[in-house]
């Protein structure tokens, strides 16, 4: 298995731009996970899908963000639009989740390093 | 809300040295525990997994203990080996999230 593809592997934007960043999850993991890496809040749950369903975006810092799951394949993650401190790198992770708990391993991305100057 | 400590923030170390890892977390009520490893510029690869009813898990040089009752976990290196260079992040599963520490960032220089 290719594991979780992620990509771009590096953006670099313009403050009020539009960004897409885009995973691919392990064939038959059935959630989901958008993370945020920053040096100062370290690594930070945004938003899961389990079933392409979002369960909790309570991390999601503001409006400008927003993360769609159209198929159990695919999952994209948009900020709209950026300013320069959304700068971090993100990580989109999947894992199988049994009876609707994660007893299993989260797979992670390579993570998309975005810079909004 | 599950806060998730790890200590120390970094460690430099010998080859060949024995080390501990510490995590410690607030809300006992953890489904499991995780200890990953991350490279510079790389994703997080899963080390270990130890599920709430588990005390103990081990992988090679590895071994991750956790406690709940005292809410807290370790992660073992025996024989420390610059290949084991790297950060490295602990992580308490509620339902399906993880809560993720800080991370300690080891060198292990030969």
């Known amino acids: 298995d290719a594991g979780v593809i992620q990509s771009p592997r590096h953006e670099v934007t313009e403050m009020g731009q539009e960004v897409t960043l885009r995973c691919k999850p392990i064939?038959?993991?059935?959630?989901l996970f958008w993370y945020r890496q920053t040096m100062m809040r370290g690594l930070e749950l945004l938003i899961y899908f389990n079933n392409n369903v979002p369960i909790d975006d309570s991390g999601m810092p503001e409006d400008r963000f927003s993360a769609k799951m159209p198929n159990a394949s695919f999952s994209t993650l948009k900020i709209q639009p950026s300013e320069p401190r959304d700068s971090a790198v993100y990580f989109c992770a999947s894992s199988l989740a049994l009876g609707g708990r994660s007893k299993n391993i989260q797979y992670f991305g390579a993570g998309t390093r975005l810079s909004v100057l | 809300k599950q806060e998730v400590t790890q200590i120390p923030a970094a460690l430099s170390v010998p080859e060949g040295e024995n080390l501990v890892l510490n995590c410690s977390f607030t809300d006992s009520a953890i489904y499991n525990l995780q200890w990953f490893r991350q490279d510079p510029g790389k994703g997080l690869t899963s080390l270990l997994l130890i599920q709430s009813s588990q005390r103990e898990q081990t992988s090679g040089r590895l071994n991750a203990s956790l406690d709940k009752s005292s809410g807290r976990s370790t992660l073992y290196i025996a024989a420390s080996q610059p290949g084991d260079s790297a950060t490295y992040l602990c992580a308490g599963g509620g339902t399906d999230k993880l809560i993720f520490g800080t991370g300690t960032r080891l060198q292990v220089f030969p």
């Open positions: 064939s038959g993991h059935n959630s």
